[in-house]
């Protein structure tokens, strides 16, 4: 395998498994209310994952040899940045949630005494 795309390969699965065994074990066990910040910041992140997977695509496709493999990279990078302004416009009100303090679980026994618990 090329040195470059071996690099590349590397790094996704690295961050694959780092999401695996790190993010979704947190996300699959707790079950407390998640408040507006909270949800706007990680939404945000994962909309800057997703927009690098897409940028990754976009840079490698002119290297694929093959004209389905360019294809194939380069409809990877645009079908990953599709749902990415509908993501940024519930990220824009989940902010805007936050700053209201819409949403805060303000009486409900959550909230913000909630995620300041240790994980």
């Known amino acids: 395998m090329d040195g470059d795309i071996e690099a590349m ?3 996704v699965r690295e961050a694959r498994a780092k999401i695996r065994e790190d993010a979704l074990p947190r996300a699959r066990a707790r079950r407390e209310a998640v408040v507006p910040a909270d949800q706007a910041a990680l939404l945000a992140e994962l909309i800057e994952l997703v927009d690098t997977a897409a940028e990754l695509a976009d840079a490698v496709h002119m290297r694929m040899t093959t ?10 990078g645009r079908r990953l940045r599709d749902p990415l302004e509908h993501l940024r416009g519930h990220r824009r009100r989940l902010t805007a949630q936050a700053g209201s303090g819409a949403g805060s679980g303000s009486g409900s026994g959550s909230g913000a005494a909630e995620a300041s618990k240790p994980s």
């Open 67 to 76: 004209p389905d493999g360019r294809t194939a990279y380069l409809q990877a």
């Open 9 to 11: 390969s590397t790094t």
